[in-house]
């Protein structure tokens, strides 16, 4: 089973930059959509950005322009850049992945998550 590990969460100022990584393993499926997701407490996990197995990018209005999804097909991981962080953004940041499975369609894999704290 793919498994999704998440890394470079902690703490930053206001104003601040944290580059996020997912490094997947345990497959030999070809990843297809990837995505970044967050939640705050006491809220919804919302979308942050997705990224096609081609390179296609979607952002959430609120992050255009200060974020940027990437992605390293031959190292099978993921990138956020995240910049001009917001105390409003704190959150757990996750991965989400998915491909395709010839007898059980697509499928998706999240990791754990890792946390994000943004305060002075």
């Known amino acids: 089973q793919v498994q999704l590990v998440e890394s470079g969460g902690g703490l930053v100022q206001p104003g601040g930059s944290l580059r996020l990584s997912c490094a997947a393993s345990g497959t030999i499926f070809r990843l297809n959509l990837m995505g970044w997701y967050r939640q705050a407490p006491g809220k919804e996990r919302e979308l942050v950005a997705t990224i096609t197995s081609g390179g296609t990018t979607n952002y959430a209005d609120s992050v255009k322009g200060r974020f940027t999804i990437s992605r390293d097909n031959a190292k099978n991981t993921v990138y956020l850049q995240m910049s001009s962080l917001r105390p409003e953004e704190a959150a757990v940041y996750y991965c989400?992945?998915?491909?395709?499975?010839?007898?059980?369609?697509?499928?998706?894999?999240w990791g754990q998550g890792t946390l994000v704290t943004v305060s002075s």
């Open positions: 989400r992945a998915t491909w395709y499975e010839l007898d059980r369609g697509y499928l998706e894999v």
